[in-house]
């Protein structure tokens, strides 16, 4: 079993900024990636960031060169960075981790924190 906690999110003015936390524990035999979603209400779950276990990073354009994805593997935390915000920005933002079991993968989701940002 793997547990995931997130925080970090809070209110913030435009152009703020604020980084997120999501601490993995429990029975973790290696982590393949760990990502962050944003859902705003009414709308589907959407990728933001991806971090794989070589640390290669990608973004969704819309966060590219505000948001920074980032990991301490002897916490096996991943944080996210976020920069510049904007209105738009404004949804719950989840955790998810791909955890390496022997033959096979299993992921994980945290339990979303808040980000608000006004205008």
């Known amino acids: 079993q793997v547990q995931l906690v997130e925080s970090g999110g809070g209110l913030v003015q435009a152009g703020g900024s604020l980084r997120l936390s999501c601490a993995a524990s429990?029975?973790?035999?290696?982590?393949?990636?760990m990502r962050w979603y944003r859902q705003a209400p009414g709308t589907q779950r959407d990728l933001v960031a991806t971090?794989?276990?070589?640390?290669?990073?990608r973004y969704a354009d819309s966060v590219s060169g505000r948001f920074t994805i980032s990991r301490d593997n002897a916490k096996n935390t991943v944080y996210l960075q976020m920069n510049s915000l904007k209105p738009e920005d404004t949804a719950v933002y989840y955790c998810?981790?791909?955890?390496?079991?022997?033959?096979?993968?299993?992921?994980?989701w945290g339990q979303g924190t808040q980000v608000t940002v006004s205008s």
């Open positions: 429990g029975s973790i035999f290696s982590i393949a990636a």
């Open positions: 971090m794989s276990s070589d640390g290669s990073t």
């Open positions: 998810n981790v791909v955890v390496r079991f022997p033959g096979r993968l299993s992921d994980y």
